[in-house]
């Protein structure tokens, strides 16, 4: 089966510089890699996803980069804000978001004021 | 919509014990999951349906029963309770998809087995 590892699991970084987490993926016939931010105490919820067609999506603040020849892709964060501190999960799946998510094992982020 | 909804949010069980999570969406989703979440880990799937009177296992089964026969509800059945299913629960729907493919899930249930 899939196996999604994700690195680091803590990361610190001063409010308003960028953060970045990685991730990889083992299933070469996986195509749909979402990211999930939950706060604390919270549940989790989508912030961004990309497919395998392609290579880079944006939104704001956040991206996400695929790179499928070396199955890994990657989280950036810019101007980090304190409401950015919270676990962020990446996950992978052989099909667009349903059925079999396989999640990394998170990756706390703390901005420092 | 009050999206996805879970009771109970806390339970203390005894080893042996059995209880259901229970789980409804009043989104019209086709698909639903179950969660468990570890401190420190990730989520890893139990079990998942895609539509009414159709389940299937996931990652981490064992030890758990499932059921699905209308399309809002999802109850998670624990059989002869033991340690190692002390986990906050998590379910979630999707499908079909509106802007994205997300999966929408629930507030979570913590559960302690001692």
């Known amino acids: 089966g899939e196996n999604v590892e994700q690195h680091p699991s803590t990361l610190s970084v001063q409010e308003g510089d960028s953060a970045v987490i990685k991730c990889t993926y083992s299933?070469?016939?996986?195509?749909?890699f979402p990211w999930y931010k939950q706060e604390l105490g919270k549940r989790p919820q989508l912030i961004i996803d990309?497919?395998?067609?392609?290579g880079e999506k944006k939104d704001q603040r956040i991206a996400v980069t695929l790179n499928k020849t070396a199955k890994h892709f990657s989280l950036h964060i810019t101007e980090t804000q304190p409401e950015d501190s919270a676990v962020y999960f990446c996950?992978?799946?052989?099909?667009?978001?349903?059925?079999?998510?396989?999640f990394g094992t998170g990756t706390r982020l703390t901005i420092i004021p | 919509n009050a999206g996805v909804t879970q009771t109970p949010k806390f339970r203390i069980l005894k080893i042996g014990q059995s209880m259901t999570l229970q789980c409804t969406q009043d989104?019209?989703?086709?698909?639903m999951y179950w969660y468990r979440q570890d401190p420190g880990m990730g989520l890893k799937l139990i079990y998942y349906?895609?539509?009414?009177?159709?389940?299937d296992k996931g990652e981490v089964p064992n030890g758990y029963n499932v059921s699905r026969s209308t399309t809002e509800d999802f109850p998670l059945r624990l059989e002869l309770a033991a340690p190692s299913q002390t986990s906050v629960y998590f379910c979630?729907?999707?499908?079909?998809?509106?802007?994205?493919?997300?999966?929408?899930f629930g507030p979570g249930t913590r559960l302690t087995v001692t």
């Open positions: 990309i497919r395998s067609n392609v």
């Open positions: 996950a992978a799946s052989r099909s667009f978001g349903n059925e079999k998510l396989t």
């Open positions: 299933d070469s016939a996986s195509n749909y």
């Open positions: 349906s895609v539509g009414a009177g159709i389940t």
């Open positions: 979630a729907s999707s499908w079909p998809p509106v802007l994205t493919y997300e999966q929408y």
């Open positions: 989104m019209n989703h086709n698909y």
